[in-house]
């Protein structure tokens, strides 16, 4: 999954119309119901494109008229939002035993947020019970979207590890797959030629949505930081998605703290050895999902348990000390802890911070703030569904089915 610049401005070359429309889409969703007038002062646009373009985008009902506006002079002008009746996306996200389908209309509304129990057993080339389960719960989620009358853009899965291009799962240790095409699996068990199926990285669609939901809009250069499976990152540069020449990014968790050998930064500061250190008798192996695990660690937290707080921090030590090493790469101006981090950032931060700074070459850490996603466990189903808007907002307008 490649994203775009979040803010396009108006350009002078072949395509000026499709920027232009985007241009007007992005001030319509980072400003809210907004005038005629007040989007052709605001974006430089003059008033006759910007009634061409608004005329478009209400035919194609992603605009709607939704009142006048009061707080001006002479004539009041017509309000105009962005209509979320007509299309929809969904955003899928896998873990080893859990699947999480999000569907959100283009006006940013959640429309459903189902989660199912899931056998994570490794899948294999030919089509297994993990990937049929994955498709049976994407076809039920857009055969409810379409009860609801849109049109589904297209279904984006989130899966942790190494996701190649063309959608197929190189690596995922967490699920246990290796070069498993599950974009192609999916399409064909699914039998929807129209409908657009993409797969892409856990935590790089995190990141795209903590840029658009995260209150974070400012900040175009982000990371987040997943510690749902292993240690990964979503890297976002000048508000757009770090892809490398094969989509392998972020894999920050197989960073080595110390020479040749030493435990890596998953080993030392990945959820699941925090749980072991601050749970003693905790066994992994009966226990799939870490979400109960990690509320008891926080549970202990407050109530001062000293095994809790010395493992939490012990935890953000380590953490910290990867996060430098990303810091003194991309220099992000904003770190954010994701799923299971979130949840023990109080205790993770203080330590993590401390770490970061001492540890960055730059002054003050290079100005990298650190703070806590507040989105949950199921960030990257909700990226998921907001790549295909991404799209729509850049210009590239539905085609009429």
């Not at 979040?6 to 992005?26: G, H, I, K």
């Amino acid at each position: 999954m490649k994203t775009t610049r979040a803010d396009p401005q108006p350009a002078d070359f072949t395509d000026v119309r499709a920027t232009n429309l985007a241009v007007v889409l992005r001030h319509l969703r980072a400003n809210g119901p907004s005038s005629r007038a007040a989007i052709a002062a605001s974006t430089g646009l003059n008033k006759a494109t910007v009634s061409s373009l608004t005329g478009d985008l209400i035919r194609q009902r992603l605009l709607r008229e939704s009142g006048l506006t009061s707080n001006r002079i002479g004539r009041p002008g017509t309000t105009l939002a962005l209509d979320g009746s007509a299309y929809a996306a969904i955003g899928l996200q896998v873990s080893a035993d859990r699947l999480t389908a999000l569907a959100v209309d283009f006006a940013g509304d959640q429309l459903l947020l189902w989660h199912r129990a899931f056998d994570g057993e490794p899948a294999t080339t030919g089509a297994g019970r993990a990937v049929s389960a994955i498709a049976a719960l994407a076809q039920r989620a857009a055969t409810r979207v379409r009860q609801q009358g849109r049109q589904v853009l297209g279904l984006t899965v989130a899966v942790p590890g190494l996701v190649a291009d063309g959608g197929t799962v190189r690596l995922s240790p967490p699920l246990g797959w290796s070069d498993v095409d599950l974009r192609g699996l999916l399409s064909g068990s699914l039998r929807q030629p129209g409908l657009d199926v993409a797969v892409a990285n856990h935590a790089g669609l995190a990141a795209v949505a903590e840029l658009r939901y995260g209150g974070h809009q400012v900040e175009l250069d982000l990371t987040y930081v997943s510690g749902a499976a292993g240690v990964e990152a979503g890297i976002m540069v000048d508000g757009r998605l770090l892809h490398g020449s094969r989509g392998f990014t972020g894999q920050i968790g197989r960073f080595a703290l110390g020479t040749a050998g030493s435990p890596t930064l998953q080993d030392l500061a990945g959820v699941e050895p925090l749980v072991r250190r601050a749970l003693p008798g905790f066994d992994p192996e009966s226990l799939t999902d870490l979400a109960p695990a990690v509320e008891q660690v926080a549970v202990l937290a407050r109530s001062g348990d000293p095994g809790a707080l010395a493992a939490l921090g012990d935890t953000g030590r380590h953490l910290g000390q990867g996060l430098a090493l990303l810091a003194n790469l991309v220099n992000p101006e904003l770190i954010v802890l994701g799923d299971h981090y979130a949840a023990l950032a109080e205790w993770l931060i203080p330590a993590a911070e401390a770490e970061l700074t001492r540890n960055t070459l730059a002054p003050d850490a290079g100005g990298v703030r650190l703070t806590a996603s507040s989105l949950g466990l199921h960030a990257a189903a909700l990226g998921g569904a907001v790549s295909h808007l991404d799209r729509v907002d850049t210009g590239s307008l539905p085609a009429k089915r």
